[in-house]
């Protein structure tokens, strides 16, 4: 029996950094490369899916593994990536075929992949079957995907019996014969589960599902028989979520559990043990609605004040009649969680593919901008317009061109034996067998735009204190010797964010634009695409590499701004008037995702009136009709401070956009932007 988490949570996090995998235990990596050439050699003409099921099998079967002693949850396989290799070889064979010899695109004005990774299995039908049912069910079916799924899945059984044999007290013995029956065997199946998936794909897996939902059941009806007190539940709870942060170290994209808006006990205790493991991974997603007991909403906000800022709550009402108006039924609306960062999608039944494809909202003005002179600004804004129009339509044509290879690229049977959809039909996530198939499209840089076309209207048509040709000299000098002119452009125009129709109207023009462009354009799996007006940091700081000098007086290089927020210190006039500029955008306009950043100081935000005061701000919001809001909470000194003294601040969390790191993880320059924003906040 494992020690109690605290004695050992340690080593707990360091568990895949010391993994030791027994040379007994399975083949070395060059012998697992032996035995796949072989395969391949003797089937030259399979199909993918079955070579892809093949080597998952093997893997499973042959593959080394690793057990710790002092844990309550088995996963450690030795697969090398050879499943993600396989996958790579047949993307550049594929994609070289496909696309050899087109020019290049506009560098940062847009992006275009296939995005297998954005997923969430059926995890009710993982718990109501377990690997034999998933098995069996297919294996009932004849036909090359039932073959395909039902292989992975024994190799999932055989994968389980190794582990049983290795760590005898686990509770993979019975997982190997049956579905679930305890909390502890739902926890430990949707481990492997995960870890098996992400072996399959190379992506992570995007949602957990909705946690208080799908495991309540398990953890009363072991309270009830007396297999498991609340303590040892909280245990348990430890020992899986930190499983999450150590294969990361925090490093990544967090992984996301959904809580909400039906609330149990469960719900309740695990904040308690979140607030309790101050981790930066897992996230917590929360959907708030009218029926949310307040005092569950203020435990949410009472982790979020205690420095747990990797949660996002989101209006779930706005949330389901988006979804219902965007072609999802009443039921399966109501049946959404959050895949990855901020995109709704229906748990198990969508594939929404929400990173496929990007446009660059700030470098198209500056396109615009190079391109030639304007006789008014309405003239300039249709030539932007024109501009957005133009890379949108690149985009997805990539990828539609993109998701025809999928089949031949990434073939999932695992994820897609989850699917009932997929089972129905005969045909995998690859091949569109989900029921919803839809394709994301995120619009970066809406405060950069917004504030670089106001500018261009205030200083050029309105005021004439410069012409264009003399503004497009300023931005090829990145604003050196334009000093006067930069510091009017800053701070002498309004700024969005600050509740002012002068630069707010704009906002609303471009996002009224998009919405109608992107919705519901085709993809190529029988669905559409779907808007979303989000940045991760990674995208912020992509696209603004490669996009110059700005209007609003950014300077070349500099990242673009994140999410629907302001400038860094450019929202002057509070969090209400950054709310009413933000909620002045139709945000049902992007089924795929948007989300508020807001920095509060500790001052405004402590005690139990800082409770109340975060609560105020999370239903302002989301009356006006904002869709998510997420928190940093802290002050410039203490951030100089763990900037001084790293070791002094370990633990120190910052939500960076869609997920949490700790803040001695960020690169110098990062730091500085959270400690400018707590600066200006």
């Known amino acids: 029996m494992p020690r109690p988490f605290d004695e050992v949570r340690d080593q707990l996090e360091r568990q895949y950094l010391d993994a030791r995998f027994a040379p007994a235990s399975g083949l070395s990596r060059e012998e697992l490369l032996a035995e796949l050439e072989r395969h391949r050699t003797e089937h030259p003409?399979?199909?993918?899916?079955?070579?892809?099921?093949?080597?998952f099998h093997l893997l499973c079967s042959k593959a080394r593994i690793a057990v710790e002693p002092d844990d309550y949850f088995a996963d450690k396989l030795e697969h090398h990536n050879l499943?993600?290799?396989?996958?790579?070889?047949?993307?550049?064979?594929?994609e070289r075929k496909e696309f050899e010899g087109e020019p290049p695109a506009v560098a940062g004005a847009w992006t275009a992949i296939l995005d297998c990774g954005h997923t969430c299995p059926d995890w009710r039908n993982l718990f109501k079957y377990g690997f034999t049912g998933l098995r069996d069910r297919a294996a009932a079916?004849?036909?090359?995907?039932?073959?395909?799924?039902a292989m992975v899945y024994e190799g999932a059984i055989i994968l389980s019996k190794r582990f049983a044999g290795a760590l005898p007290d686990s509770a993979l013995a019975a997982l190997a014969e049956r579905p679930p029956q305890s909390f502890r065997e739902a926890l430990q199946l949707a481990y492997l589960y995960h870890e098996l998936q992400e072996m399959e794909d190379g992506y992570s897996v995007r949602s957990m599902g909705r946690f208080d939902q799908l495991y309540y059941d398990f953890y009363a009806n072991d309270l009830k028989a007396g297999r498991l007190t609340r303590e040892q539940a909280k245990e348990l709870l430890k020992y899986f979520w930190v499983k999450f942060l150590a294969k990361t170290q925090g490093k990544l994209y967090g992984k996301p559990f959904l809580f909400g808006p039906e609330v149990n006990e469960?719900?309740?205790?695990?904040?308690?043990?979140?607030?309790?493991?101050?981790i930066v991974d897992p996230k917590l997603h929360v959907r708030l609605a009218e029926a949310t007991p307040r005092d569950f909403f203020e435990q949410v906000v009472g982790c979020i004040q205690a420095g747990c800022s990797g949660i996002v709550t989101v209006n779930d009402a706005g949330q389901v009649e988006m979804l219902r108006q965007n072609g999802k039924t009443p039921e399966d609306a109501r049946d959404y969680i959050l895949i990855g960062c901020y995109e709704p999608a229906v748990m198990g039944q969508e594939l929404n593919c929400s990173g496929a494809s990007g446009v660059n909202l700030a470098r198209a003005v500056e396109l615009v901008l190079a391109s030639g002179d304007y006789a008014s600004f309405d003239e300039l804004m249709a030539a932007y317009l024109s501009t957005l129009d133009a890379h949108i339509a690149l985009a997805t044509d990539k990828v539609?061109?993109?998701e025809r290879l999928w089949p031949q690229v990434s073939p999932s049977p695992l994820l897609s034996g989850t699917m009932d959809s997929c089972i129905e039909q005969g045909l995998d996530v690859s091949q569109a067998g989900a029921r919803y198939n839809t394709t994301g499209c995120c619009c970066y840089g809406i405060a950069n735009a917004a504030d670089s076309l106001a500018v261009i209207r205030q200083l050029v048509y309105d005021e004439r204190r410069c012409t264009l040709a003399e503004l497009r000299a300023a931005l090829a000098a990145n604003w050196q010797g334009y000093e006067e002119l930069h510091l009017t452009a800053q701070h002498r125009v309004p700024k969005w964010g600050n509740n002012d129709d002068c630069v707010d109207s704009i906002a609303v023009q471009i996002t009224d634009f998009l919405g109608e462009r992107i919705n519901h354009e085709p993809n190529a799996r029988g669905g559409v695409f779907q808007a979303a007006l989000y940045a991760i940091i990674d995208s912020a700081k992509a696209f603004g590499k490669q996009t110059g000098a700005l209007p609003d007086g950014r300077l070349a290089g500099e990242p673009l701004t994140m999410n629907t927020g302001a400038t860094i210190g450019m929202d002057k006039n509070g969090v209400t008037s950054l709310i009413n500029s933000v909620t002045k955008?139709?945000?049902s306009q992007f089924p795929n995702g948007t989300v508020l950043d807001i920095m509060l100081h500790p001052s405004v935000a402590g005690g139990a009136e800082g409770i109340q005061t975060i609560c105020s701000i999370i239903r302002s919001h989301f009356a006006q009709g904002g869709m998510a809001i997420q928190f940093n909470i802290f002050d410039a000194a203490l951030l100089r401070e763990a900037q001084r003294n790293p070791e002094k601040y370990a633990n120190l969390q910052v939500r960076v956009c869609g997920w949490n790191v700790r803040f001695a993880d960020l690169a110098p320059h990062e730091q500085e932007m959270f400690i400018t924003k707590a600066e200006v906040g």
């Open 585 to 587: 955008l139709d945000l």
């Open 83 to 94: 499943l993600i290799a396989l996958r790579e070889e047949w993307r550049r064979e594929e």
């Open 266 to 278: 469960l719900s309740y205790l695990a904040f308690e043990v979140y607030r309790e493991m101050q």
């Open 45 to 55: 003409d399979e199909p993918r899916i079955i070579t892809r099921a093949w080597l």
């Open 400 to 402: 539609r061109r993109e």
């Open 141 to 149: 079916r004849s036909g090359v995907f039932y073959q395909a799924v």
